[in-house]
Nanobody, 121 residues
Framework: QAQVVESGGGLVQPGGSLRLTCAAS????????MGWYRQAPGKQRELVAT???????NYADSVKGRFTISRDNAKNTVYLQMNSLKPEDTAVYYCNAEILGPKDYQFRDYWGQGTQVTVSS
């Protein structure tokens, strides 16, 4: 079994920056897309950004120009650099990875436990 673990959340003032990290480990043959999603209190989980194994990226309109997703395929790790943070970015951020295990016939979605990001003065 594979697992993904996030780190890097915390409390930051508006206009500040944070960097989230997500590492996948365990029984991994290949990883396809990796991405970040977030869920604010009382709201549904929403896409923040995704990145393919080839480096193609996709962002939610609300974070374009402020957030940057990147990936280190050798380390099975994805990063989310968040700049110019706003109070409305406050949420639990979840990492997602599409992983093919050595004995799998198809890719499976794996989710991390989430990391809290709070933007407040």
């Amino acid at each position: 079994q594979a697992q993904v673990v996030e780190s890097g959340g915390g409390l930051v003032q508006p206009g500040g920056s944070l960097r989230l990290t997500c590492a996948a480990s365990g029984s991994i043959f290949s990883i396809r897309a990796m991405g970040w999603y977030r869920q604010a209190p009382g709201k549904q989980r929403e896409l923040v950004a995704t990145i393919t194994s080839g480096g193609s990226t996709n962002y939610a309109d609300s974070v374009k120009g402020r957030f940057t997703i990147s990936r280190d395929n050798a380390k099975n790790t994805v990063y989310l650099q968040m700049n110019s943070l706003k109070p409305e970015d406050t949420a639990v951020y979840y990492c997602n990875a599409e992983i093919l295990g050595p004995k799998d016939y198809q890719f499976r979605d794996y989710w991390g436990q989430g990391t809290q990001v709070t933007v407040s003065s």
